[in-house]
């Protein structure tokens, strides 16, 4: 019905889904593989009544509103994470620290003493 392998998939668990969260409401009027056909129906049915998300690749770069390509840039360093990777790498290399040391470290370093 989806002409999709993948859709079709997703919908195969969503239908087993529904049948496992409705299975108390089987009433045994009809066979039960004929009441979970009619539940894997209605699911894909559903599927295609709803309205379908705009799909955005990941891979190919986005368009902005004005209709401009904007380049994804992968792997760039984010300054602001690696100073916070910095912060908590001296915060646990200053707990390390023998006492003595450490008190003299913050004196001189954080205090300017």
């Given at each position: ?57 990941l ?9 401009a ?23 646990c ?21």
């Amino acid at each position: 019905m989806t002409n999709n392998a993948a859709e079709a998939e997703d919908l195969t668990q969503d239908a087993f889904l529904q049948v496992f969260r409705k299975i108390a409401t089987f009433r045994g009027d009809s066979a039960f593989s004929t009441w979970i056909h009619r539940i894997a129906v209605n699911t894909v049915l559903m599927k295609f009544r709803k309205k379908s998300l705009r799909e955005v690749s990941l891979d190919e770069p986005h368009s902005s509103s004005d209709g401009a390509k904007i380049q994804r840039e992968y792997g760039t360093k984010d300054s602001r994470l690696a100073s916070c990777v910095d912060r908590v790498a001296l915060a646990c290399a200053i707990k390390e620290l023998p006492y003595g040391y450490r008190t003299i470290f913050l004196l001189h370093e954080v205090q300017g003493s």
